[in-house]
């Protein structure tokens, strides 16, 4: 007999009418039935390894696959306080490599915690595993577990392009605080030959021709890719190629005060009010003086993100993926309106408004499932303008900030201001610049009684994925300086524990989106 389903109020989908206990939370994501995944990322030092965990976590996490980075390094870091020269990473030093295996060893445990009770779907274990006794290793203890596990190695021999890593990340890392860096670039090019006498490079076509695999070779010059076993990692393929590390600024605005802003309507089609043609004016102003080359304007193809478009006199593209989002039967409602005449769905949109969804129209998770193209396509661009408008520009800012889905919705984007974001090494850089043009203020705040709890009427399976930043570190493993070998400090340091500082993070609060 057919089962009896009912409707959840929050998200309008179908579920079943029972009282069986629900499947295990994993992930509002895709492959909700596939086994975790275990990253595993491999090469030299100074290869970009940190980089792309990083940038990938983001991405995985912002599509709503729950994704966390396992760093060796900082595991090493918590175990050895104070670091003294490149002769711990020497293949000889057979104490350091007791510690080294631990320090593995104490990240595996974790990457074990997060994927079977902490609701993760995917763990990046970020280390240079470079030999083939280190992978075999991660091989058997995902094996044990039931963990898939897909290789991620970055290949580089151009040595302007190591140098360069070196200097904008490595020098500035807690090894080399109050270092020269003349004498922490020496030290730390002779940590990567430690690495090197003993580098095997993952084989495809003999030795390694069963694992699932991609090689980036040159910084995305050139890809290799091996054995993709499912949909999630075919998606992360894809996104790895289309990434780059080019300078770039991506700039994000609203479209000019539109009269819907004004009469307090949301959705619609109206074009700007008088204050908003003077912001695209403005905007036409800005543009100029930043003097960009090959600037690519984006607009929705609704009119007033193109009648702010057309004030810049340079080409435009529309994309109908930044279209607003779809606010169902509320379109071309006030929020008085909609208290009155809904006052359930405007009730049910204050519990969880990320996965809420209007009804015959969208919640946050659909439109980000509808930005994800256009991600993929900032990604491969160098100077973009995005003119969009608030629910659509906060999806776009929680990826480029590692927002979580709870926090996207409540993002402050106002109208007549314009994010400049910066890609750094390991984050994001904003700067909040308002063209001065006075307009409506449309955010929201997130109600008091709604704070984030336990939902009832929450999809099964679904999760809200956490952003990818350490959270406040907790010891995981016991010191073990007392069995490493003494040896002479590097000269210009003075070794000392510094806490590690979540990159990306460095925004001035003044320009912080809250």
Not at 88 to 115: G, S, T
Not at 275 to 292: T, W
């Amino acid at each position: 007999m057919p089962m009896e389903l009912t409707q959840s109020r929050i998200q309008k989908i179908w579920l079943p009418n029972d009282n069986r206990p629900a499947l295990p939370r994993r992930s509002c994501g895709p492959q909700l039935a596939n086994s975790p995944t275990v990253i595993v990322m491999v090469g030299l030092p100074a290869r970009g390894k940190t980089y792309i965990s990083k940038k990938l976590t983001r991405y995985l996490n912002w599509i709503g696959v729950p994704t966390k980075v396992f760093n060796v390094g900082e595991y090493r870091r918590e175990a050895v306080k104070h670091y003294s020269s490149y002769d711990f990473f020497r293949p000889d030093n057979e104490e350091a490599m007791k510690v080294r295996r631990q320090c593995a060893l104490a990240a595996l445990r974790d990457v074990k915690l997060y994927l079977t009770e902490e609701a993760g779907q995917i763990a990046v274990f970020d280390a240079t595993n470079t030999t083939r006794e280190r992978r075999g290793m991660i091989l058997n203890f995902a094996k044990e577990n039931g963990f898939k596990v897909f290789f991620i190695e970055s290949v580089c021999n151009d040595p302007t392009v190591v140098a360069t890593n070196v200097m904008e990340v490595k020098l500035s890392s807690p090894d080399y605080r109050d270092c020269n860096s003349t004498d922490a670039m020496e030290d730390f090019m002779k940590r990567i030959n430690c690495y090197q006498a003993s580098y095997q490079p993952l084989d495809p076509d003999d030795y390694d021709r069963e694992l699932s695999l991609i090689k980036v070779i040159d910084v995305g010059r050139r890809f290799l890719v091996n054995r993709v076993q499912d949909h999630i990692q075919s998606r992360i393929v894809y996104y790895l190629m289309n990434i780059h590390v080019q300078p770039r600024t991506i700039y994000l605005c609203r479209h000019g005060e539109s009269e819907f802003n004004l009469k307090g309507k949301i959705g619609g089609d109206s074009g700007l009010s008088n204050r908003g043609k003077k912001f695209a004016l403005a905007l036409n102003k800005f543009v100029e003086e930043q003097n960009l080359k090959d600037l690519k304007v984006w607009t929705s193809q609704l009119k007033r993100t193109i009648q702010t478009a057309e004030a810049l006199q340079l080409p435009y593209e529309q994309w109908k993926a930044l279209n607003e989002i779809d606010a169902g039967v509320c379109e071309e409602m006030t929020y008085e309106e909609i208290r009155e005449q809904h006052p359930e769905e405007f009730a049910l949109r204050d519990q969880d408004k990320y996965y809420y969804r209007y009804p015959s129209g969208e919640s946050y998770q659909d439109l980000v499932q509808r930005l994800e193209p256009v991600i993929m396509e900032l990604e491969r661009q160098e100077n973009v303008l995005v003119i969009c408008h608030q629910a659509v520009m906060r999806c776009l800012l929680a990826y480029f900030l590692d927002k979580s889905a709870d926090e996207m919705p409540y993002l402050k984007c106002p109208l007549h201001t314009v994010l400049k974001l910066t890609p750094v090494a390991y984050g994001c850089r904003v700067e909040s610049i308002s063209l001065n043009v006075e307009a409506v203020n449309t955010h929201r705040e997130r109600p008091e009684e709604a704070k984030k709890g336990p939902n009832p009427l929450m999809r099964r399976n679904s999760v809200t994925p956490l952003a990818s930043p350490e959270p406040t570190k907790k010891p995981r493993i016991n010191s073990f300086e007392e069995h490493v070998a003494v040896s002479s400090a590097l000269p210009g340091c003075v070794p000392q524990e510094v806490p590690t500082q979540l990159p990306g993070q460095n925004m001035n609060n003044s320009q912080k989106p809250s």
